[in-house]
C-alpha cells in the first residue's frame, strides 16, 4: 500500500523531481514538474495532518530498519503543521514564479532555480519529518546549500557576497549543531530523537551535554537569525530574486524554529528546559530582536531591506512566545509562526510584481503606485496591517497570544514592547503606504500597468488566508495549541 | 454561530463599499436608503443578545441590543441621514463613504456587547474619521488627518492593552459596568476618555475638525465624543473621577471657543465643552444623570450637526471661515441664519429648545446629590455656552458688521438637512416626551416647571447682556497679537512689560534648549537604527563570527 510509505514520499517527490529539471532544462516543462511536486507535496502533507489529527503520532522506518539502528522518520503534530506551512506556502509561490523568474533570472540559469528551489524544498521537509537528529542535519544542509546558491542568482552584484556571507554563517551554525549531536552521540550512544530524549536526563548534568546545548541554542540560532545572530539576513533577502526572498522568508527561519523547538521540547524536554537558564536569555534576545529589527527597519529605502528587517522583528515574536514556556505562549509563538509566514509572503510576493512592473523596490521609487498598481498596493496594505496586528487579520491573533502570555506570566511590561512594536511597525509599513498612495504626481508613471492576473492570484490568496485565518481562528488555533500542548507534555 | 437579527451597523459599513461603485442617481438615492433602512433595523430589534459568534476562546456578542445602545443607534443612524442629505452634493464620493463607514462603526459600537466588537469598531471608526478628513483634499487637512489618526491609534493601543489586561484579570469579554481599581480598567477608561477629547489629549479635535470639508465636519462632530459617552455611560457610569474631568472640560472648551476667531473651531470647542456636560452627568452616576447624560448626548448630535452645516453652508457658499471675514450675511442667507440661530439657542439650552429638556436634568441630578460646586459650576458654564456659541457664532457670522458678501442660501439639499434638524431642535423641546421614553432609565421628570424656566431665562438674558456691553473687547480679541497689546496697554506700566519681556526671554531660551536636548536625545536614540548606525549597517563576516563565539562562550557560562 502506498499509503503506508507517505511520510518518506513527503520527501522523496521533490526530491525525485529536481534533477528531472537538470536532466530536461526546460523552462516551462521545469515549472510544471516542480509546481506538480510541490501540489503533491500539500497534498500529503495535508493527508498527514489529518492522518496525525484522527490517529496520534505516524512513525515510519525507513528501509524496514528498526530506530536505534536505521533512520525512523516521525511525525506528530507539529512536524504535520510544518509540512503544510511548508508546501502550501511553496505551492503558492511556484504559481507566481514563471514571470518574475523570467524577468529576473536568465533564460539559461530558469532550469537551476526550479532545481534548487525543489532541493530546498525537500531540505525543509525533511527536516520537519524526521525523527533522527543527524538525519536532520543532513536535510539541514540540503536546505542551506540550495538556498545560498538561490540567493546568489539574484541580479544584484551584491547577491553574490550577501549569498557568500550566508554560507559561512550558515555553515559554522550547521557545524554547531553537528558538533552537539556528536557530543550527545557520545554521551547516549543514539541518535534517534526519542532514544536521545529518553537517555539524555541521566547524563544532562555533565558538562559534555551543557556545552552541547550551548552549541546548539548558538548554531540554531543562527539559522533562525536571532538577534544578534541575524547579521546575514537583511542583505540576503534584499539581493536574492523575489520568489526566493519570499519563499526564504517564509518557509527557512520557521523551519529553524521548528528546530529549535524539537530539541529544547522534545530532546532535552520541558522540566530539563525550565531548570535551566534557557528562557531568560531567549526572552531577552527576543526583546532586543522586536524592537531593533522594528526601529531599523523605519529608516531603510529598499521596501525588501525594510521587510527583512522587520522578519527579523517579527523572529522576535515567535521567540518571544515560546520563552515563555507556557501552553498560551507556544500557542502564540508556533501560531505566529504560521501567520507570520502568511503575511511575509504575501507582502514579498506584492514586492515581487512591483519589482516586474517598475524594476526597482526603492520606496521613493513608489510614488503614485497606489493609483497605478491598485490591487498589488491594496495587497501591500492589508499584509501590511497584518503585520502591525490590525484586528480581523492573523497578525492581531497572535499578538492577542503573546500579550495574554506575557499578561498571564505577570510581565505586563513586555506586553507594552509587545505593542509598543507593533507602533513601529505601523510606521515602517506607513511609510511606504504614504509614498505609493499620497506621493508623485497624478499624472506620473501612466505607464504603468497593474500587475498580470498570473500574480495578482498568488499574491491575493494569500493575503485573502491572512484575513480568513484572521478571522476563522478555529482551525489553525486548535493546531496550535495541540502542538504546544504536546511540546509541553514532555517527550513522547 | 447564533444570527437572530443583522447587525444594522454593518448595512452602513458594506453600504459605504458599494457607494463608489453607483452610478450618479442610484448613488444619492443610495445615500439616502442606507440610514432609514439602518434605522429601520434599530426601531424593529427586540431586546437581547442577537448574533454569537465564536471567537478564539470566547464568544463575540456583536449584536446586544437594549434600550441604551438602541437610543444611540437611533440618532447615529438620523445623523447618517441628515449628513448624508447635507453632503448629497458633495463630488469627491470617498469622503462620503468613508463617512458611512465611520457612522456604521459607530453604530456598531452603540450595539458592542464585548470588548473585541468595541474595539474592532472603534479602530475602524478612526479609519474612517481619518479619511473624512483627509477627504478635503487641502494639505493642511492632510497633515491634520494624519495627527488624528496618529493620537487615535495610540488611543487605540491604550484601550486594547486595557482590554487585554481586563479579560486576563475576570476571564470575561463581556462589556459591562467596569470599577476603576486594576491597571486594566483605568487603561480602558483612558482610552474611551481619549475619544472623548478629554484632558490631556484634548487638542486632537479642534486641530482636525475645522480642517475638515463642508461636510465632512458635520459627520466629525457627531460620532467621535458622542461614542466615547456612550461607551463611558456603559462602562463607568457613576465614577468620580469623572465629574472632575468634566468639569474640566466644560470651562476648557468655553475659555478656548472665546478666543478663537475661525467659525468652525469656535463650534469645535464648544463640542468639548458639551462633552463635559456628558462627562460630568456620567460621573454623577444617578439613574436621572445618566438619563440626562444619554438625552444631552441625543440633543447634542443635533444642534451641533445643525451649527455645523449652517457654518459648512456660509462656507460652501463664500469659502471663508473667519469671524472677522465674515458678517451681515443674514440679509442674503436667511434660512442659513435662522437654522444657525435655532442651534444657538439649542445649544444654550433656551427654553423650548431640545437643550433646555436635556441639559436641566444633569443639573438637577448634581442638586439633588447636594453637589453644590458642581451646580455652581454647571450653571456658570451654561452662561459661557451662550457667549461663546449661542451668541459669537451668529453675531459674528451673520449680523454684526456688513462685510459686503450677497451669497445666496445654499442648495435645496443643504437646506433640507438644516430644517429637518432645526425642527428636531424645536420639536424635542416643545415635546420631550418621545425622547424620554427613548431613554435607559424610567423618568418623571419635568423640565418646564417656573422656576426652572425663569432662572434660565435671568441666566441667558444676563450673559447676553454682558456680552454687549462687552463686545468692543470681545472684538479685540479676533486677532491674537491684539490680545496680547491690549493686555500690556492696560497694565499701563513700563515694568509689567519688561517683566513680560523677562518671562517671555526666558520661555524662550528655556523652550529653545528644551528643544535642542530633545532633538540630541532623539538623535542620539535612533543613530544606531539608522543606515549607518551600528545596529543597521552591514555586519562584516568576521565581526558576526566573533559575536557568535562570544555568545557561545556566554551560554556556556551561563550553562555552568
Not at chain 2, 7 to 17: I, T
Not at chain 2, 175 to 190: D, N, Q, Y
Not at chain 2, 242 to 271: C, K, P, Q, T, W
Request: positive net charge; proline residues 5%; glycine residues 8%.
Amino acid at each position: 500500500m502506498i499509503f503506508s510509505h507517505i511520510p518518506v514520499l513527503q520527501v522523496i517527490v521533490p526530491l525525485v523531481a529536481a534533477p528531472l529539471c537538470v536532466i530536461f532544462p526546460f523552462r516551462k516543462f521545469c515549472w510544471t514538474v516542480a509546481l506538480a511536486a510541490t501540489l503533491t507535496s500539500l497534498w500529503i502533507a495535508l493527508t498527514l495532518l489529518i492522518t496525525v489529527y484522527a490517529h496520534g503520532p505516524i512513525t515510519y522506518e525507513l528501509g524496514g530498519w528498526a530506530a536505534p539502528w536505521g533512520i525512523g522518520y516521525r511525525i506528530d503534530i507539529l512536524s504535520a503543521y510544518m509540512t503544510v506551512l511548508v508546501s502550501l506556502i511553496s505551492s503558492v509561490i511556484l504559481v507566481f514564479s514563471p514571470r518574475s523568474i523570467g524577468a529576473e533570472i536568465s533564460n539559461a540559469r530558469a532550469h537551476l532555480f526550479y532545481t534548487l528551489y525543489l532541493l530546498n524544498l525537500t531540505g525543509l521537509l525533511g527536516i520537519a519529518v524526521t525523527g533522527d537528529a543527524f538525519n536532520l542535519f543532513v536535510f539541514l544542509e540540503i536546505s542551506s546549500l540550495s538556498s545560498y546558491a538561490l540567493i546568489a542568482m539574484g541580479q544584484d552584484r551584491r547577491a553574490l557576497t550577501a549569498a557568500f556571507q550566508y554560507l559561512i554563517m550558515g555553515t559554522i551554525g550547521a557545524t554547531f549543531y553537528i558538533i552537539a549531536v556528536g557530543l550527545m552521540y557520545a554521551m547516549t550512544g543514539t541518535l534517534n530523537i526519542a532514544d536521545l530524549a529518553q537517555r539524555l536526563p541521566e547524563v544532562m548534568e555533565t558538562r559534555t551535554i551543557l556545552v552541547a546545548l550551548a552549541f546548539l541554542i548558538v548554531g540554531i540560532g543562527l539559522k533562525i537569525a536571532l538577534f544578534p545572530f541575524h547579521g546575514w539576513l537583511p542583505n540576503a533577502y534584499t539581493y536574492a530574486p523575489s520568489v526566493v526572498s519570499a519563499f526564504l522568508a517564509a518557509t527557512a527561519t520557521k523551519v529553524a524554529v521548528y528546530i529549535l523547538l524539537r530539541i529544547l521540547f522534545s530532546v532535552f524536554g520541558p522540566d530539563a528546559v525550565a531548570a535551566m537558564p534557557i528562557a531568560q536569555p531567549l526572552m531577552i534576545l527576543a526583546l532586543f530582536a522586536m524592537t531593533i529589527g522594528s526601529a531599523v527597519a523605519i529608516f531603510q529605502d529598499d521596501a525588501k531591506r525594510l521587510l527583512a528587517y522587520s522578519s527579523i522583528a517579527q523572529i522576535g515574536y515567535i521567540i518571544l512566545g515560546i520563552s515563555f514556556l507556557s501552553v498560551t505562549g507556544l500557542t502564540g509563538g508556533i501560531l505566529h509562526l504560521f501567520n507570520h509566514a502568511l503575511m511575509k509572503s504575501a507582502l514579498f510576493l506584492s514586492l515581487g510584481a512591483v519589482f516586474y512592473r517598475i524594476g526597482s523596490v526603492q520606496i521613493s521609487d513608489m510614488a503614485g503606485l497606489g493609483r497605478r498598481m491598485p490591487w498589488t498596493m491594496a495587497a501591500f496594505v492589508v499584509g501590511g496591517m497584518s503585520l502591525v496586528g490590525t484586528p480581523l487579520t492573523v497578525g492581531f491573533i497572535s499578538k492577542w497570544y503573546l500579550i495574554r502570555a506575557a499578561l498571564e506570566s505577570g510581565w505586563w511590561p513586555i506586553a507594552v514592547l509587545v505593542l509598543a512594536s507593533s507602533l513601529l511597525a505601523m510606521i515602517y509599513i506607513w511609510r511606504v503606504v504614504e509614498i505609493a498612495y499620497f506621493r508623485g504626481h497624478p499624472e506620473a508613471g501612466a505607464d504603468i500597468k497593474e500587475a498580470p492576473l498570473s500574480m495578482l492570484v498568488p499574491i491575493w490568496f494569500l493575503t485573502g488566508a491572512n484575513i480568513y485565518f484572521g478571522i476563522n481562528t478555529g482551525d489553525t488555533i486548535t493546531a496550535a495549541r495541540a502542538a504546544a500542548t504536546m511540546l509541553l507534555g514532555g517527550p513522547q | 454561530m447564533i444570527i437572530d437579527a443583522f447587525p444594522p451597523g454593518l448595512v452602513l459599513v458594506f453600504g459605504a463599499f458599494l457607494l463608489p461603485l453607483l452610478p450618479g442617481p442610484v448613488r444619492a438615492a443610495a445615500i439616502l436608503l442606507l440610514p432609514l433602512t439602518t434605522l429601520a433595523l434599530i426601531i424593529s430589534l427586540p431586546d437581547g443578545n442577537l448574533v454569537a459568534i465564536p471567537f478564539l476562546d470566547y464568544e463575540l456578542n456583536p449584536l446586544r441590543s437594549d434600550k441604551l445602545g438602541r437610543l444611540f443607534g437611533i440618532i447615529f443612524s438620523i445623523m447618517a441621514f441628515a449628513g448624508g442629505l447635507f453632503a448629497l452634493k458633495q463630488e469627491r464620493v470617498a469622503e462620503l463613504s468613508a463617512a458611512f463607514l465611520y457612522a456604521g462603526s459607530a453604530i456598531g459600537v452603540a450595539f458592542a456587547g464585548d470588548l473585541v466588537t468595541v474595539f474592532i469598531f472603534w479602530e475602524m471608526m478612526a479609519i474612517g474619521s481619518g479619511i473624512v478628513i483627509w477627504s478635503a483634499a487641502t494639505p493642511a487637512s492632510f497633515r491634520a488627518s494624519m495627527r488624528y489618526t496618529l493620537v487615535h491609534f495610540a488611543g487605540g493601543v491604550v484601550l486594547m492593552f486595557g482590554i487585554a489586561m481586563t479579560i486576563v484579570d475576570t476571564g470575561s469579554i463581556a462589556f459591562e459596568p467596569m470599577r476603576v481599581g486594576s491597571i486594566g480598567t483605568w487603561l480602558i477608561l483612558a482610552g474611551f476618555l481619549v475619544n472623548a477629547g478629554a484632558p490631556p489629549l484634548s487638542a486632537w479635535l479642534p486641530d482636525a475638525y475645522p480642517e475638515a470639508s463642508f461636510s465632512g465636519s458635520v459627520f466629525l462632530s457627531a460620532f467621535t465624543t458622542k461614542t466615547a459617552v456612550y461607551v463611558l455611560l456603559r462602562g463607568f457610569p457613576g465614577t468620580e473621577i469623572l465629574i472632575y474631568i468634566g468639569v474640566f472640560m466644560i470651562f476648557y472648551g468655553i475659555i478656548y471657543a472665546l478666543l478663537e476667531n475661525d467659525m468652525r473651531r469656535i463650534l469645535a470647542y464648544s463640542i468639548i465643552n458639551q462633552v463635559g456636560f456628558m462627562v460630568t452627568g456620567i460621573g454623577i452616576g444617578t439613574e436621572l444623570a445618566l438619563n440626562g447624560a444619554a438625552a444631552h448626548a441625543f440633543a447634542h448630535i443635533i444642534y451641533k450637526a445643525l451649527l455645523l452645516m449652517s457654518a459648512g453652508s456660509v462656507m460652501y457658499m463664500t469659502g471663508k471661515r473667519k469671524c472677522t471675514d465674515l458678517g451681515g450675511l443674514f440679509q442674503s442667507m436667511p434660512l442659513t441664519a435662522t437654522c444657525g440661530i435655532v442651534g444657538a439657542l439649542a445649544i444654550s439650552a433656551f427654553p423650548l429648545t431640545s437643550g433646555f429638556v436635556t441639559k436641566s436634568m444633569i443639573a438637577q441630578a448634581a442638586v439633588d446629590q447636594h453637589m453644590l460646586y458642581v451646580w455652581y459650576a454647571l450653571a456658570a458654564a451654561s452662561a459661557g455656552v451662550f457667549l461663546h456659541a449661542g451668541i459669537k457664532f451668529p453675531w459674528f457670522v451673520f449680523f454684526q458688521k456688513d462685510s459686503g458678501l450677497r451669497p445666496d442660501d445654499p442648495p435645496w439639499n443643504m437646506r433640507w438637512a438644516m430644517i429637518l434638524f432645526a425642527g428636531l431642535c424645536i420639536g424635542i423641546g416643545v415635546h420631550p416626551a418621545p425622547l424620554y421614553a427613548l431613554l435607559p432609565f424610567e423618568i418623571d421628570y419635568v423640565p418646564y416647571t417656573g422656576p426652572h424656566v425663569v432662572a434660565m431665562l435671568q441666566l441667558l438674558l444676563f450673559s447676553g447682556l454682558a456680552f454687549f456691553l462687552m463686545l468692543p473687547l470681545m472684538k479685540r480679541t479676533l486677532t491674537l497679537s491684539l490680545d496680547f497689546d491690549w493686555f500690556y496697554r492696560k497694565l499701563g506700566t513700563v515694568a509689567a512689560l519688561a517683566v513680560t519681556d523677562k518671562i517671555s526671554r526666558i520661555r524662550n531660551r528655556a523652550e529653545a534648549s528644551g528643544r535642542r536636548l530633545l532633538d540630541t536625545t532623539i538623535a542620539a536614540a535612533t543613530r544606531p537604527v539608522k543606515p549607518r548606525g551600528a545596529l543597521a549597517r552591514n555586519w562584516e563576516t568576521g565581526s558576526m563570527v566573533l559575536a557568535v563565539t562570544v555568545a557561545l562562550g556566554l551560554f556556556a557560562l551561563l550553562f555552568f
